[in-house]
């Protein structure tokens, strides 16, 4: 299935949380904290406003609230505004 946001939105993977601390305790899935980092699936066009700066494969910083979650053929995704997205990791 292919997802093609709208506008100035973009549809984020979330990377996994961690599962296994340094010391190799196992954390349980209800004290995980919610990624804030994510990969950029598919983007928007932008607006006549706002241009698109963000692009696929950006690895992309997000607020802790930011975003809707979506879930498809099992996986789940962010889909946010371009302005929710807080910075882009740059390697």
């Given amino acids: 299935m292919n997802i093609k946001p709208l506008a100035d939105r973009v549809l984020i993977l979330p990377t996994p949380?961690?599962?296994?601390?340094?010391?190799?305790?196992?954390?349980?899935?209800?004290a995980k904290e919610k990624p804030l980092r994510g990969t950029v699936i598919a983007t928007g066009n932008g607006t006549k406003d706002e241009e698109m700066v963000i692009e696929k494969d950006d690895e992309v910083l997000y607020g802790k609230y930011a975003g809707t979650e979506i879930e498809i053929e099992g996986t789940k995704y962010l889909i946010m505004r371009q302005s929710d997205v807080l910075a882009v990791i740059e390697r």
């Fill in 17 to 30: 949380a961690e599962e296994v601390t340094a010391a190799g305790i196992i954390i349980p899935d209800s």
